[in-house]
Protein backbone atom coordinates (compact mmCIF):
# COMPACT_ATOMS: atom_id res chain seq x y z
CA UNK A 1 0.00 0.00 0.00
CA UNK A 2 1.49 3.08 -1.28
CA UNK A 3 0.99 7.14 -0.51
CA UNK A 4 1.00 9.26 -3.39
CA UNK A 5 1.86 13.24 -2.78
CA UNK A 6 1.69 15.03 -6.12
CA UNK A 7 1.98 18.70 -6.25
CA UNK A 8 0.19 20.24 -8.79
CA UNK A 9 -0.51 23.48 -10.60
CA UNK A 10 -4.27 24.78 -9.71
CA UNK A 11 -5.47 24.91 -12.84
CA UNK A 12 -4.98 21.07 -13.59
CA UNK A 13 -6.96 19.39 -10.76
CA UNK A 14 -9.83 18.62 -12.61
CA UNK A 15 -7.82 16.97 -15.53
CA UNK A 16 -5.78 15.41 -12.44
CA UNK A 17 -9.24 14.03 -10.61
CA UNK A 18 -11.10 13.10 -14.03
CA UNK A 19 -7.26 10.67 -15.31
CA UNK A 20 -7.89 9.48 -11.65
CA UNK A 21 -11.76 8.66 -11.55
CA UNK A 22 -11.08 6.84 -15.13
CA UNK A 23 -8.98 3.92 -13.25
CA UNK A 24 -11.45 3.91 -10.20
CA UNK A 25 -9.35 6.05 -8.03
CA UNK A 26 -12.19 8.41 -6.43
CA UNK A 27 -10.61 8.84 -2.84
CA UNK A 28 -8.88 11.98 -3.08
CA UNK A 29 -7.64 14.58 -0.70
CA UNK A 30 -6.66 18.04 -1.96
CA UNK A 31 -5.02 21.40 -0.05
CA UNK A 32 -4.12 24.55 -0.85
CA UNK A 33 -0.40 25.18 -0.63
CA UNK A 34 2.86 27.50 -1.20
CA UNK A 35 5.94 26.54 -2.65
CA UNK A 36 9.11 27.86 -4.74
CA UNK A 37 11.23 25.59 -7.08
CA UNK A 38 13.19 26.49 -10.10
CA UNK A 39 10.13 28.98 -11.74
CA UNK A 40 10.62 32.60 -11.39
CA UNK A 41 8.22 33.93 -9.05
CA UNK A 42 6.05 36.73 -10.25
CA UNK A 43 5.79 40.08 -8.96
CA UNK A 44 2.66 41.87 -7.84
CA UNK A 45 1.98 45.73 -7.85
CA UNK A 46 0.51 47.15 -4.84
CA UNK A 47 0.09 50.72 -4.49
CA UNK A 48 2.59 51.30 -7.03
CA UNK A 49 5.07 49.71 -5.47
CA UNK A 50 6.17 45.93 -7.16
CA UNK A 51 7.07 43.01 -4.62
CA UNK A 52 7.36 39.37 -4.60
CA UNK A 53 6.72 36.74 -2.23
CA UNK A 54 8.61 34.63 -3.50
CA UNK A 55 6.15 31.67 -3.31
CA UNK A 56 3.86 29.90 -6.28
CA UNK A 57 0.03 28.53 -5.55
CA UNK A 58 -0.24 24.67 -6.24
CA UNK A 59 -2.36 22.21 -4.72
CA UNK A 60 -1.41 18.89 -2.86
CA UNK A 61 -2.81 16.12 -3.83
CA UNK A 62 -2.72 12.83 -1.70
CA UNK A 63 -4.21 9.71 -3.11
CA UNK A 64 -3.57 6.29 -1.18
CA UNK A 65 -3.23 3.29 -3.56
CA UNK A 66 -3.02 -0.68 -3.39
CA UNK A 67 0.42 -2.10 -4.67
CA UNK A 68 -1.08 -3.23 -7.91
CA UNK A 69 -2.93 0.18 -8.19
CA UNK A 70 0.55 2.65 -8.08
CA UNK A 71 2.04 1.83 -11.63
CA UNK A 72 -1.32 3.20 -13.00
CA UNK A 73 -2.26 6.15 -10.56
CA UNK A 74 1.94 7.95 -11.07
CA UNK A 75 1.23 7.59 -14.88
CA UNK A 76 -2.04 9.41 -14.50
CA UNK A 77 -1.21 11.86 -12.39
CA UNK A 78 2.00 12.62 -14.58
CA UNK A 79 -0.07 13.08 -17.81
CA UNK A 80 -2.81 15.00 -16.62
CA UNK A 81 -0.83 17.53 -14.81
CA UNK A 82 1.92 17.95 -17.27
CA UNK A 83 2.15 21.05 -19.17
CA UNK A 84 5.33 20.71 -20.16
CA UNK A 85 6.90 23.97 -18.42
CA UNK A 86 8.87 24.66 -15.41
CA UNK A 87 6.75 24.49 -12.60
CA UNK A 88 4.78 21.17 -13.46
CA UNK A 89 5.35 20.06 -9.56
CA UNK A 90 6.67 17.11 -7.87
CA UNK A 91 4.85 13.24 -7.33
CA UNK A 92 6.23 11.48 -4.33
CA UNK A 93 5.41 8.01 -3.16
CA UNK A 94 5.84 6.56 0.32
CA UNK A 95 5.12 3.15 1.72
CA UNK A 96 2.12 3.28 4.00
CA UNK A 97 2.57 0.65 6.54
CA UNK A 98 -1.15 0.60 8.06
CA UNK A 99 -4.55 1.80 6.63
CA UNK A 100 -7.82 2.10 8.59
CA UNK A 101 -11.26 2.66 7.85
CA UNK A 102 -12.39 4.15 10.61
CA UNK A 103 -16.54 3.88 9.72
CA UNK A 104 -15.94 0.02 9.63
CA UNK A 105 -12.89 -1.02 10.74
CA UNK A 106 -11.59 -2.26 7.98
CA UNK A 107 -7.53 -2.45 7.75
CA UNK A 108 -4.75 -3.01 5.40
CA UNK A 109 -5.74 -2.55 1.57
CA UNK A 110 -9.64 -3.25 2.06
CA UNK A 111 -9.58 -0.16 3.88
CA UNK A 112 -7.58 1.91 1.22
CA UNK A 113 -10.24 0.60 -1.56
Known amino acids: MYKIEAIIRPHR ?12 LIAITVSDCRGAGRQ ?3 THTFRGSQYSHGLELRLRIEVFVNDSHLE ?3 DAIQEAAC ?11 FKAEQAVRIRTNERGETAVH
Open 13 to 24: LEAVRNALKEHD
Open 40 to 42: AAP
Open 72 to 74: VAL
Open 83 to 93: TGEVGDGKILV
